[in-house]
C-alpha cells in the first residue's frame, strides 16, 4: 500500500490529534509560541478562496500588487490557531499533498514575513537568480540536512522548529537547531493514532 493510500484512509480527527501536539505545544515559561504555515498556492488551486472566506492571519511573500494568476500561485505566510476550520482544513486536506511547510516562533507575522522573503531567490552557480521553493516539504527536508552551520542558522533565525511531512505522510519531521547544529527527529504519527 502506497503512504498516500494508507493516509487516504486515516480518520482527519485521528491526524489532527497526531500532529497538534508538535504543531500547537502547550506554553512554556516564556512567551507562546505560533504556528505559521507557509503554504504554496501553486499546490492549493482554491488557497486564496480559503484565506479570504476564512480570514486567517496571512500575508503574501511576495511583495506589491500581484497579477492574478501570480497571485494565485504565490507562497502565503499563514498563523494557523489550534481548533480553527482553516487550521483543520489545511491538516486534512494538505498533509501528505506537500502543500506547504510549518514552522514555530514567537515573533509576529509581520517579522516572520522578513524572514522568510529573505530565502525566495537564490543564485545558481553562474549567478543567475532562480525561484527557491524552499517551502515545498519535498525541497525542505532534502536541503535542511545539506546546510552548513551558517546556513541552518541563517534559515532557522527566529524559528523555533520545523515541522513538515516526510516522503511517508505517516512520519512527521521536526527540524531543531543548536549553534548551527541541526537537529532531526522523525516522529511516526501512525503509532500516536493508536
Known amino acids: 500500500m502506497s503512504p498516500n493510500a494508507a493516509m487516504a484512509r486515516m480518520v482527519p480527527e485521528a491526524l489532527k490529534e497526531a500532529l497538534y501536539p508538535h504543531l500547537f505545544p502547550d506554553p512554556d515559561d516564556g512567551d507562546p ?3 505559521f504555515a507557509i503554504l504554496d498556492g501553486a499546490a492549493i488551486p482554491d488557497l486564496l478562496e480559503r484565506l479570504y472566506g476564512e480570514r486567517p ?5 511576495y511583495r506589491g500588487e500581484l497579477q492574478p494568476d501570480i497571485a494565485e500561485v504565490a507562497p502565503y505566510l499563514v498563523r494557523l490557531e489550534p481548533e480553527a476550520p482553516f487550521t483543520d482544513w489545511v491538516l486534512e486536506r494538505g498533509w501528505g499533498n506537500h502543500w ?3 514552522a514555530l516562533a514567537r515573533e509576529s507575522l509581520r517579522a516572520m514575513r522578513t524572514h522568510f522573503r529573505r530565502f525566495l531567490m537564490v543564485k545558481d552557480e553562474e549567478g543567475a537568480r532562480l525561484h527557491f521553493r524552499y517551502y515545498d516539504p519535498r ?3 532534502v536541503y535542511l540536512p545539506t546546510c552548513d552551520a551558517e546556513e541552518t542558522t541563517a534559515l532557522f533565525g527566529p524559528v523555533q522548529r520545523y515541522c513538515l511531512e516526510a516522503a511517508d505522510p505517516n512520519v512527521l519531521l521536526q527540524y531543531r537547531h543548536t549553534d548551527g547544529q ?10 500516536a493514532m493508536q
Open 57 to 61: 492571519e496571512f500575508i503574501c511573500l
Open 100 to 102: 506547504g511547510i510549518f
Open 182 to 191: 541541526l537537529m532531526p527527529r522523525r516522529v511516526p504519527l501512525t503509532a
Open 139 to 141: 525541497v525542505l527536508r
Open 33 to 35: 509560541l505560533h504556528t
